[in-house]
């Protein structure tokens, strides 16, 4: 496969991903701004900023849901905006068009289509919920109509890196915020983890086991563990390993990352939670760089979701 096709297939998975889980971010987000009226909006909305790495204005510059809104749903032309991020999976559909299904660049097309209609609406929850349904047809498709080759493995590659370095900045905006942030039943439920969680408890929830659920959950697609193992797999699909005593750079970043919460005591993590939620992003990074070098090596510097725009 071409690199310049492999990678346009990469950054389709994450910047599919990216839509979906920014939505599901800034909807828990607001929800929250609306809910406490006693709420340090200017605080929390530079909190939400910083942990997705977007530039702060200055501090004698008030910004509120609306200025949050403009720069991470609508803004178009910046890939880390839901809007801009949407845009970017189309336009690497169109280059990889030889390569993915029909119905996944009638998906994505359509999407594009859509977007401006949908955008700025009198409820922005209406919008992410548009968002998040275009994301899994998106994924739906993918898993529907992809042969199990090199063109599906990139793709759930890219969107398992940025899943799983997604969850890391939503569980990071829960431990910033204490006790005036979501509540670990409102993090699951913007997972769509809620029924699963349940089930797999029996009803018998607490914050500890909300959270281990959320970052190892070995069976929940959603969980950090869970999308890392996916990233392995699918580097292994890729190319499988013949020297014995070594290991691609990219499996080596997530392979650490993913030893290191598996097989720590959980309240250890869950103490020190925006340093670990950190670390899992500097693998993700790392991880994808490493991809880029690998499979990419000739292809222009793509913006992703930890670089400073």
Do not use: K
Request: glycine fraction near 4%; hydrophobic fraction near 45%; charged fraction near 25%.
């Amino acid at each position: 496969m071409l690199s310049r096709i492999a990678e346009s297939l990469f950054w389709i998975g994450r910047y599919v991903e990216r839509s979906d889980d920014t939505a599901r971010l800034l909807d828990v987000h607001l929800q929250i701004l609306l809910e406490d009226p006693w709420a340090e909006v200017d605080l929390a909305c530079r909190s939400l900023l910083s942990v997705m790495d977007r530039p702060n204005p200055p501090q004698d510059v008030a910004i509120g849901r609306v200025e949050v809104l403009d720069v991470l749903a609508y803004d178009r032309f910046s890939p880390s905006s839901i809007a801009g991020a949407l845009v970017a999976a189309r336009e690497n559909a169109r280059r990889a068009r030889e390569v993915i299904s029909t119905e996944l660049w009638e998906s994505l097309n359509a999407t594009w289509n859509q977007l401006p209609s949908h955008m700025r609406p009198a409820r922005p929850h209406d919008y992410f919920t548009w968002v998040r349904e275009r994301a899994a047809v998106v994924a739906g498709i993918i898993d529907a109509t992809i042969s199990r080759d090199d063109t599906w493995a990139f793709l759930v590659l890219g969107r398992s890196i940025e899943r799983a370095d997604m969850t890391a900045r939503l569980l990071t905006t829960r431990a910033l915020a204490g006790t005036g942030g979501p509540g670990w039943t409102t993090l699951l439920r913007s997972c769509g983890a809620h029924e699963a969680f349940l089930r797999t408890y029996r009803g018998i929830a607490s914050d500890e086991r909300a959270a281990g659920f959320l970052l190892l959950d070995r069976l929940f697609p959603r969980s950090i563990v869970y999308a890392l193992n996916q990233a392995d797999a699918c580097l292994a699909a890729l190319e499988p390993v013949v020297d014995r005593a070594s290991v691609d750079d990219a499996r080596r970043h997530i392979g650490l990352v993913r030893t290191n919460l598996e097989y720590r005591p959980l309240i250890d993590v869950l103490d020190a939670l925006p340093h670990e939620m950190e670390q899992v992003q500097r693998a993700c990074a790392a991880a994808s760089d490493a991809v880029r070098g690998r499979y990419f090596p000739s292809a222009a510097t793509t913006t992703w979701m930890g670089e400073n725009l």
